[in-house]
């Protein structure tokens, strides 16, 4: 999962500039993709499979310590 970032939204200038409003619109859609994606694994981690693995994981890391 991503981790938590802060990002300030850039202001409007003062001329309308259709690339730069064309640049915003398609980071902002990449964010919710991202974003989407990010509910979707944490949904599909109580699977018995991404379960089982991170079982594995959390086992493996409390033992390296």
Do not use: C, H, I
């Amino acid at each position: 999962m991503s981790g938590t970032r802060t990002t300030t939204l850039p202001v409007a200038a003062p001329v309308y500039d259709a690339q730069n409003e064309a640049v915003t619109r398609r980071n902002l859609e990449f964010l919710l993709d991202q974003v989407e994606n990010d509910l979707l694994v944490a949904k599909t981690q109580s699977d018995s499979t991404g379960s089982l693995a991170m079982r594995r994981f959390q086992f493996l890391l409390m033992g390296a310590s």
